[in-house]
């Protein structure tokens, strides 16, 4: 298992602070984010707010921070991120804040320190765009959306 270092700042100071993101299991590939909120929020059904966690992190050069849903919270409550996985960028310094969508059929109240979404530091690669006449062969060529039949 290979790590990196992230440096983490609270956004907001508190008497009673929530935990650092962690890994819940030892081979989990994402830490869970808490809402670090001072009273409940309801997200009613079919609407998205956005949610702090009330810290800021500092990814490595090289790495993102994907945000991706937590497979309970879908599962059980219809609860997801629209822009899964989003991106927090190496040079991003601001409050990292989840965007949650209640797909369920019924409103959901998110509490102070509830784990509402999962955390995947990632390597990136930039890629360099070479603009060309033509575009080298394929066996699939041009077909699109369910060309393979699937």
Known sequence: MHSIQVLVRRVRPTDDPLPLP?????????????A?????L???????LLVP????????EGFEAQIRPRSGLALKHGLTIPNAPGTIDSDYRGEVQ???????????VIKRGERIAQMVVAPVIQAELELVEELPSSERGSGGFGHSGT
């Open 22 to 34: 962690r890994y819940m299991t030892p081979g989990a590939a994402g830490m869970d984010l808490f």
């Open 36 to 40: 670090d909120i001072d009273t409940d």
């Open 42 to 48: 309801v997200i009613n059904q079919q609407q998205s």
């Open 53 to 60: 966690t009330g810290l800021a992190v500092a990814i490595p």
């Open 98 to 108: 989840i965007i949650l969508l209640n797909l369920g059929d019924q409103p959901y």
